[in-house]
């Protein structure tokens, strides 16, 4: 994590800075003078700033003050060190999360998002949850190599225009041709993904119609003082 000892160095990045401030005013479709209105609000002081003032830390033209940056990132809901382009991602843990894993911030941001709303998309995430902790990264990443190595081979003999050009398995035996090699391969990866999302979606359904219907569950069951005989 980086500390900022010195405001200084920051003088240089006043233009990342400024398009930093601009791309997040953008994002919650604010005007300049809506923006300056917005931090005097929350700055509370006698000295409100205007228009002009968000403009020039835009062009980047200078820098706003650390008071000021604390209020833009309250504004923003971001971290300081994202608007002094410290970090890539808005969030601190976004960045450790990619960093961590190799997740795109996009996908980050959608996961949170999908979490935070809870009721009916908490079992979505609950499903990614299952299909990330028994996905074959190895098995998926081999099959996306050779496809990778047959669309070469595809179009090098596209070059030579060999369309005889057959595929061949590591002991040796023949297979299709490249091209359809190829598409076989992409289907058995699809068809790998498709099982194992059937698969999950039965486990978090039963998971869920569990927990909604616990109570009937158990009045039901074999046993229950409620189902026997006399």
């Known amino acids: 994590m980086i500390i900022l000892t010195d405001i200084f160095e920051y003088d240089k990045k006043k233009d990342e800075i400024g398009a930093r401030i601009q791309l997040e005013r953008k994002r919650l479709r604010l005007t300049q003078t809506d923006l300056a209105a917005r931090i005097s609000t929350v700055d509370g002081s006698n000295d409100p700033i205007g228009q002009s003032t968000v403009a020039n830390w835009e ?37 450790d999360i990619n960093q961590y894993t190799g997740l795109t911030f996009a996908a980050i941001s959608t996961l949170h998002k999908a979490y935070q709303q809870g009721g009916t998309h908490f079992p979505a995430t609950k499903l990614i949850s299952l299909m990330v902790e028994e996905f074959d990264f190895e098995g998926i990443s081999r099959e996306i190599f050779e496809i990778t190595e047959l669309y070469h081979r595809a179009a090098y003999a596209a070059n030579l225009d060999d369309t005889g050009e057959f595929g061949y398995t590591k002991d040796g035996r023949v297979m299709l041709p490249v091209k359809e090699t190829m598409n076989y391969k992409k289907e058995q990866v699809i068809r790998m993904l498709n099982e194992k999302i059937r698969r999950e979606i039965d486990l978090v359904v039963a998971d869920v119609f569990f927990s909604l219907y616990e109570d009937e569950i158990k009045k039901t069951a074999p046993g229950d003082a409620n189902t026997r005989d006399g």
């Open 59 to 95: 062009r980047g033209m200078t820098l706003p003050p650390i008071g000021r940056l604390i209020i833009l990132a309250h504004i923003f809901d971001c971290d300081i060190a994202y608007l002094l382009g410290d970090i890539k991602s808005r969030k601190w843990e976004h960045t």
